[in-house]
């Protein structure tokens, strides 16, 4: 069994920032790639980033230069910075990750149970 548990989200004025914390434990053989998706109310889940076991990043355009993505030195964390936070980032931000256990050796994505960010004044 695998768990994901995301922390770090809370409420913070436009042009703040935060930082989201993820964490894999469990029965865990191998981690892949391991990113951040967002859900805003009425919208689709979305990536905003995602990070490979070597340390390459992509994000959406909509955060490029804002969010910077990183992977903990034991490689079962990630984490989400985000400065000039506005408004539209306010979302339902989740983790995900590409995760092989030593029950099955096929990689499979796992989902952490979602942390809320709101950007408000």
């Known amino acids: 069994q695998v768990q994901l548990v995301e922390s770090g989200g809370g409420l913070v004025q436009p042009g703040g920032s935060l930082t989201l914390s993820c964490a894999a434990s469990g029965d865990i053989f191998s981690i892949n790639a391991m990113g951040w998706y967002r859900q805003a109310p009425g919208k689709q889940r979305e990536l905003v980033a995602a990070?490979?076991?070597?340390?390459?990043?992509n994000y959406a355009d909509s955060v490029k230069g804002r969010f910077t993505i990183s992977r903990g030195n034991a490689k079962n964390t990630v984490y989400l910075q985000m400065n000039s936070l506005k408004p539209e980032d306010t979302a339902v931000y989740y983790c995900?990750?590409?995760?092989?256990?030593?029950?099955?050796?096929?990689?499979?994505?796992?989902w952490g149970q979602g942390t809320q960010v709101t950007v408000s004044s």
């Open positions: 995900n990750a590409d995760i092989a256990t030593y029950t099955s050796s096929r990689f499979r994505g796992y």
């Open positions: 990070i490979t076991s070597g340390g390459s990043a």
